[in-house]
């Protein structure tokens, strides 16, 4: 997986399937500022074409089973990364 933007996508609808609208005030509430379309949906389009998310009938988007374990993969990743998140955190405040 690329970026961290799909990581994000895919942790927020990982959590509870939405539409691409409440994906978008997701990401706003993480990085401050909300995401256009014009990032927001090519991102979707390429999960889906990998065959990570899919989308219902209400334009729901949700994790398939291959999604999931690319989550998992990814949090271990990104827990690896930044095992002291804790530590720097301290900084933030």
Do not use: H, Q, V
Request: hydrophobic fraction near 30%.
């Amino acid at each position: 997986m690329k970026g961290y933007l799909t990581y994000l996508i895919l942790w927020i609808i990982g959590k509870n399937s939405m539409n691409g609208a409440e994906i978008g005030r997701e990401l706003e509430k993480r990085r401050g500022t909300k995401p256009s379309p014009g990032t927001i949906y090519p991102a979707l389009k390429e999960l889906k074409k990998k065959g990570l998310i899919e989308i219902d009938e209400n334009k729901n988007y949700s994790l398939t089973p291959e999604g999931k374990k690319e989550l998992k993969s990814s949090c271990k990743f990104f827990c690896n990364i930044f095992y002291d998140i804790k530590e720097m955190s301290d900084f933030c405040e």
